[in-house]
Nanobody, 127 residues
């Protein structure tokens, strides 16, 4: 059973560049055809896909966030990481890592569209 676990800073100040890490167990992030995504849920809003890293290492981003988002991976640790630069209070959200076979074709997915989810980690941007 594949399990995902997010870890992050919790509270960050505006303009900072927080990193969030997703640690994967029970499966490999290099498993063919799987894509490993970051998805967030701002308060009172729905899920929003931010980007993904493929089994091959290729990356894909939501166009509106591409200039501020970077996703990387450490295959030795079976982890993938999200960096979000120049954060503002509008970036306050629960951040999830998730995985599915094939790249998501929706920028606003539902929970059912992914095979595996982490429990989510709250990131609050406040001075």
């Amino acid at each position: 059973q594949v399990q995902l676990q997010e870890s992050g800073p919790g509270l960050v100040k505006p303009s900072q560049t927080p990193s969030l890490i997703c640690t994967v167990s029970g499966g490999s992030i290099t498993t063919k055809y799987y894509y490993w995504s970051w998805i967030r849920e701002p308060p009172g809003q729905g899920l929003a896909w931010m980007g993904a890293i493929a089994h091959s290492g290729s990356t894909y981003y939501m166009p509106s966030l591409k200039s501020r988002t970077s996703i990387s991976r450490d295959t030795a640790k079976n982890q993938f990481t999200l960096q979000l630069s120049s954060v503002t209070p509008e970036d306050t959200a629960v951040y999830y890592c998730a995985a599915r076979e094939g790249l998501s074709n929706s920028y606003y997915p539902t929970f059912g569209e992914f095979d595996y989810w982490g429990q989510g980690t709250q990131v609050t941007v406040s001075s």
